[in-house]
């Protein structure tokens, strides 16, 4: 069984009981401690983290037409230890789901998953002029121990509407995960788009109070992510 942790914000430590997997960001592993020999072992998942060979072909084609894509790579623990992963400093969150509960994050944020998580790729809505947005990563807890550590740039936000209902509009290039319920996606277009004078928030992801959320918000905007075309 693992069991994440996260150590000054910058770190994932993983804590394995026993025989037991995970998947993680291809090269995000930095550190390792066991008794005796090493008792892990690192292979790159080729197609993807589904164990039927059918699914794992077809989920390897959506990820590269969709762009979420996510070079993995399968830890395999044969006994007690604790490894740590990071990815460039950024931040690390956890989130422990529910059965069935399901989290969609941006591929580039994801960095680990347990093997109690399913994984695949959702498909958000049309009509964005964009390299990202349209597709997200979903992860579904399919298990007690369904784990995913996520990345921020810099030290996130968490904005949530499941207490107060109330509105949540988020800048997609800052999203970095959300729980529940899909966003709307709004427009905002005017003449003032088409001379060049538009604001740079052409479009957003909004969550009204009957769409219950919870939202993880980076305060660094990716810079090829959804935008305009002059």
Known sequence: MVDFQVINELCLMVKCTGN????????????????????????KVLLGPQQNAGQAIL?????????????????????????????????IVVYHLQQGEKL????????????????????????????????TSQLTGMGSNAL??????????VLSNIESKQTI???????????????EIKMDL???????????????FEWIGNSPTSVLVQPMEREHGVHIID
Not at 169 to 183: E, G, I, K, Q
């Open 20 to 43: 037991d997997c995970i998947f993680t960001k291809a090269g995000a592993f930095i550190a390792g401690e066991c008794n005796g020999a090493k008792n892990f072992k690192f292979t």
């Open 59 to 91: 989920g390897q084609i959506i990820r590269r037409v969709t762009g979420e894509n996510l070079p993995l790579m399968k830890v395999d623990f044969s006994g007690d230890s604790v490894t740590y992963y990071a990815n460039h400093q950024q931040h």
């Open 104 to 135: 969609y994050v941006e591929s580039e944020n994801l960095l680990a998953f347990s093997n109690q998580c399913d994984y695949s790729v959702r498909f958000l809505g049309q009509g964005i002029i964009s390299q990202k947005g349209m597709f």
């Open 148 to 157: 995913v550590a996520v990345l921020s740039d810099g030290n996130p936000i």
């Open 169 to 183: 509009t988020v800048d997609p290039d800052a999203v970095v995960c959300w729980t529940n319920s899909d966003p």
């Open 190 to 204: 005017s003449w003032r788009n088409f001379i060049g004078q538009h604001s740079g928030e052409s479009y957003m």
